[in-house]
């Protein structure tokens, strides 16, 4: 990744560390399938610049879907909650400027196409298969097995699986990324694991 881009990468707003960034950049950089990426959860756009610019340069879009409204986590009186995220408008969180706002200085409108809903609406309607899927969604126990169940069926063989926030000792965490999506998706003997770093893992079809 480009040192300009990586920098501004790392600036930008979120809760995605660098050293994990650097990992999603690199396993979508490699990736041997046709087809392209789509993430779940963009928040303010940090892991769609490591995203996008993996895409950018293999000649594939990222779909940054997120109803921007925030988690669970990040509304009011939650441990990510972020108030000047506030729409006083609507007395809503509305992360959809600062998405729109990053993606438009990382220069990476051509790649990363944003699609705001609600993901299992989004998800029963979507048909293209996918060569990878980033879920960094809802973090309770049903946005994360909705999340698992809706989207991980659209993975194409050899396609990659990333999943955030994957906590196997709770004392580190909220349990539903690992228990209701990497755990169920190692378990049904579909994949394996090709990358752990933080609490992120990557996971690769085999089946
Ligand atoms: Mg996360």
Redesign the pocket.
């Known amino acids: 990744m480009k040192a300009d881009r990586r920098e501004y990468a790392q600036n930008t707003r979120g809760?995605?560390p660098p050293d994990e960034g650097d990992v999603l950049y690199e396993a979508a950089s490699r990736l041997e399938v046709q087809g392209p990426l789509l993430e779940v959860?963009s928040y303010c756009g940090k892991s769609a610049v490591y995203l996008g610019t993996a895409a950018e340069e293999q000649g594939r879009i990222l779909y940054a879907l997120d109803h921007h409204r925030g988690s669970e986590e990040n509304q009011a009186g939650w441990e990510h909650h972020e108030p000047d995220l506030i729409d006083s408008a609507t007395g809503k969180l509305d992360t959809l400027p600062i998405f729109r706002r990053v993606i438009h200085d990382a220069g990476l409108e051509h790649v990363v196409v944003a699609i705001v809903g609600d993901s299992v609406n989004v998800a029963k309607h979507w048909e293209t298969p996918l060569a990878f899927l980033f879920i960094?969604g809802g973090h309770g126990v049903q946005p994360a097995r909705d999340d698992y169940s809706w989207w991980v069926p659209k993975v194409k063989q050899d396609g990659f699986l990333a999943i955030?926030?994957v906590f196997p000792d709770p004392k580190d965490g909220g349990r539903p990324p690992y228990e209701c999506i990497y755990l169920p998706a190692m378990q049904s003997g579909n994949w394996v694991e090709e990358i752990a770093q933080g609490?992120l893992r990557i996971l690769r079809r085999i089946s």
């Open positions: 809760f995605l959860g960094d955030h926030d609490s």
